[in-house]
Nanobody, 124 residues
Framework: QVQLVESGGGLVQVGGSLRLSCAASGRTFSRYALGWFRQAPGKEREFVAAISWSGGTTYYADSVKGRFTFSRDNAKNTVYLQMNSLKPEDTAVYYC?????????????????WGQGTQVTVSS
């Protein structure tokens, strides 16, 4: 299995930036895809971004496109989510997830392992 540990969340003002990290262990890192999801209070978990096993392909939700950048460093077994121009509606717990098979990158149910989440709060 894979263990995922997120870090980098916190409190930031509107327009600010944060970089989330997700460190993976337990399985060959370069052989699976990863995604970021988020869940705000009272709402369902939603897709934020995904990256292929090589890092060559990325996908973003429309709500974060142009503001967030998803990258991976296979040498460090870590992925990063650079979040710029943050808005209050970005406030949520952010989860890193791993997908071991080909599937729909935007579906929660397609992911096989999850981290514990990290809180991001954007204050106005």
């Amino acid at each position: 299995q894979v263990q995922l540990v997120e870090s980098g969340g916190g409190l930031v003002q509107v327009g600010g930036s944060l970089r989330l990290s997700c460190a993976a262990s337990g399985r060959t890192f370069s052989r699976y895809a990863l995604g970021w999801f988020r869940q705000a209070p009272g709402k369902e978990r939603e897709f934020v971004a995904a990256i292929s096993w090589s890092g060559g392909t990325t996908y973003y939700a429309d709500s974060v496109k142009g503001r967030f950048t998803f990258s991976r460093d296979n040498a460090k077994n870590t992925v990063y989510l650079q979040m710029n121009s943050l808005k209050p509606e970005d406030t949520a717990v952010y989860y890193c997830a791993a997908r071991f098979h080909i599937g729909n990158y935007y579906r929660v149910s397609e992911y096989d392992a999850w981290g514990q989440g990290t809180q991001v709060t954007v204050s106005s």
